[in-house]
Antibody, heavy 119, light 106 residues
Framework: EVLLQQSGAELVRPGSSVKISCKAS????????MHWVKQRPEQGLVWIGR????????IYAEKFKSKATLTADKSSNTAYMQLSSLTSEDTATYFC????????????WGQGVMVTVSS | EIVLTQSPTTMAASPGEKVTLNCLAS?????MNWYQQKSGASPKLWIY???NLASGVPNRFSGSGSGTSYSLTISSMEAEDVATYYC?????????FGAGTKLELK
């Protein structure tokens, strides 16, 4: 069974950074790109970027290039996203999701991590 | 960036009613994927490759379209279909979602 288990909720101060994780199981981690998606409270879904766990290659949406850093650890089958210089605009739920292909889309999703930026 | 415009933003349907949700792309895309998201839950793949139902999706759902115009249809609305539905294009970076259609029960 494919599972993407994300880390727990975070309460962080403005200006700080946070690193959230996504542990994959039930499939070969390096065979599928991992993508990340943002959802602000009561808002829609926004694509952040993706990482190829096999070689660490990344692609980001323009608006997240200086905000998010995606990494992957093949030894632990875990993908990470670090968010920096946090503001209230970063308060959101962040999902990791496995990419199955251009016509198959994102087939499995993590449960989401709620990041709250507040002083 | 390809902008996806979903319509309507919100709609209410009666049990048994036929429902059509639309997704208009600002440029032509090869496929459209649809996701269902219920309150407090992660999105679920619902329709992929424009017209293929994901595993476990009832066959009252269907998807169609090409180029810049796509749709998701429910042949007969049921209470369990209450959710927000998002379209997603993967034809070019950045990948983009529509703003969603919130489907309610009348």
């Amino acid at each position: 069974e494919v599972l993407l288990q994300q880390s727990g909720a975070e309460l962080v101060r403005p200006g700080s950074s946070v690193k959230i994780s996504c542990k994959a199981s039930g499939y070969t981690f390096t065979d599928y790109y991992m993508h990340w998606v943002k959802q602000r409270p009561e808002q829609g879904l926004v694509w952040i970027g993706r990482i190829n766990p096999a070689n660490g290659n990344t692609i980001y949406a323009e608006k997240f290039k200086s905000k998010a850093t995606l990494t992957a650890d093949k030894s632990s089958n875990t993908a990470y996203m670090q968010l920096s210089s946090l503001t209230s605009e970063d308060t959101a739920t962040y999902f990791c999701t496995r990419f199955r292909g251009y016509n198959r889309g994102f087939d499995y999703w993590g449960q989401g991590v709620m990041v709250t930026v507040s002083s | 960036e390809i902008v996806l415009t979903q319509s309507p933003t919100t709609m209410a349907a009666s049990p048994g009613e036929k429902v059509t949700l639309n997704c208009l792309a600002s440029s032509s895309v090869s496929y459209m994927n649809w996701y269902q998201q219920k309150s407090g839950a992660s999105p679920k793949l619902w329709i992929y490759g424009t017209s293929n139902l994901a595993s476990g999706v009832p066959n009252r759902f269907s998807g169609s379209g090409s180029g810049t115009s796509y749709s998701l249809t429910i042949s007969s609305m049921e209470a369990e279909d209450v959710a927000t539905y998002y379209c997603l294009q993967l034809s070019s970076y950045p990948y983009t979602f529509g703003a969603g259609t919130k489907l309610e029960l009348k």
